[in-house]
């Protein structure tokens, strides 16, 4: 979506929906797909898309503790 977005002209805003990297949040080495994803892109636009950068929101909105009863959403420790 953020490479279709910088490639096109129209635009005067982005919003893009992410959450921070999870070893950033805790300062241990884990894994949190639905985290680690979303920050990935965050890294892409402002490294890769300049232009795509400067118009961009990144909005980070809340997660609730019950979510991570889910098995898929769990986080997963690397060590």
Not at 41 to 52: A, H, M, N, Y
Request: aromatic share 12%; proline share 9%; with cysteine.
């Amino acid at each position: 979506m953020a490479k279709a977005a910088a490639a096109t002209t129209t635009p005067e805003h982005y919003i893009w929906s992410t959450l921070p990297h999870t070893t950033d949040l805790t300062n241990v080495p884990s894994f949190c797909p639905h985290y680690d994803g979303k920050a990935s892109v965050d890294i892409f636009i402002r490294e890769q898309l300049p232009g795509l950068h400067e118009k961009t929101t990144f909005l980070w909105l809340t997660l609730f503790a019950q979510t991570l009863l889910y098995p898929a959403l769990r986080p997963t420790s690397l060590v």
